[in-house]
């Protein structure tokens, strides 16, 4: 089970971290994402990141603003995010899941476990 938390309303520019707790181990081939979804849009991959080797991906339009990070002892993934815009305004959501390869990581089809998500907005 995940639970995503840390969502909130925050002006352009500024930050926010989100948190994924999940229960129950997480296996180490497993990778961990985060997804987001406007309203009236579709759900699209933000970042993930490999359980076993912290390898990280993330989708162009945050490269550079956020940071996905893990923490074992804690079964916790973490997404920083920075200079937020008003398109960044979304329910985001964690998900788990198994043998994924490189060019699956952006398929949300591809995860097996998801959160119930957190709003963020972002105003300008």
């Known amino acids: 089970q995940l639970q995503a938390s840390g969502g909130g309303l925050v002006q352009a520019g500024g930050s926010l971290r989100l948190s994924c707790a999940a229960s129950?181990?997480?296996?180490?081939?497993?990778?961990l994402g985060w997804f987001r979804q406007a309203p009236g849009k579709e759900r699209e991959f933000v970042a993930a990141?490999?359980?076993?080797?912290?390898?990280?991906y993330y989708a162009d339009s945050v490269k550079g603003r956020f940071t996905i990070s893990r923490d074992n002892a804690k079964n916790t993934v973490d997404l920083q995010m920075s200079s937020l815009k008003p398109d960044d305004t979304a329910v985001y959501y964690c998900?788990?899941?198994?043998?994924?390869?490189?060019?699956?990581?952006?398929?949300?089809?591809?995860?097996?476990?998801w959160g119930q998500g957190t709003l963020v907005t972002v105003s300008s």
């Open positions: 129950g181990r997480i296996f180490s081939g497993y990778v």
């Open positions: 990141i490999r359980w076993s080797s912290s390898v990280t």
């Open positions: 998900a788990a899941g198994s043998r994924l390869i490189s060019s699956t990581i952006g398929a949300k089809n591809a995860y097996d476990y």
